[in-house]
């Protein structure tokens, strides 16, 4: 049985979602298309419960960051716990070169803590990122960056 909360955001993407129209198939008929490809109904829900959340982020008003050249992140220890060092650094780096704002680092924070996995692997925080930029309607162009991005490359 797959029991992890990501492979199923990522079925659910790759197979469920459509560009113009969101998610092509009722709740109920996912869930049941996911359980029969071997997910278990305990990830299923945190995957949509997961995905209830991005849509909440996305929904909500963040203030503007205006100026950004003297601001910086601290993370909390919680934070720190679930993100390791590499994974700080992958989003430094995406703040870096104007793939995250201030609205998008949080929102990619606040679902990389959401998975509630002891630890986020850059290869994970890469995919939240992307799946964070897709349901964003003017970061389209961000998105085709990262997904072209080879996250085997040393980012120090």
Known sequence: MKENVLEVL??????????????????????????QCG????????????????????EQNYAPCTDTSKAFRVFSEYEKLRLN?????????????????????EMV??????????DVEIEQLKWIVMMVLYNMPDKEGEYIWLENLDTDI???
Request: aromatic residues 12%; charged residues 30%.
């Open 10 to 35: 990522l079925f659910i993407f790759e197979h469920f979602f459509d560009d113009e129209h969101g998610f092509s198939n009722e709740e109920t008929e996912m869930i049941e298309a996911l359980e």
């Open 39 to 58: 997910f278990g109904k305990g990830e299923v829900k945190k995957a949509l419960l997961w995905l209830d959340g991005l849509l909440e982020l996305r």
């Open 85 to 105: 060092a590499d994974c700080r650094g992958f989003i430094l780096f995406m703040e870096q070169m104007d793939i995250l704002d201030c609205k998008t680092r």
């Open 109 to 118: 924070i606040d679902r990389a803590i959401a998975l509630d996995s002891p």
């Open 154 to 156: 040393q980012i120090h």
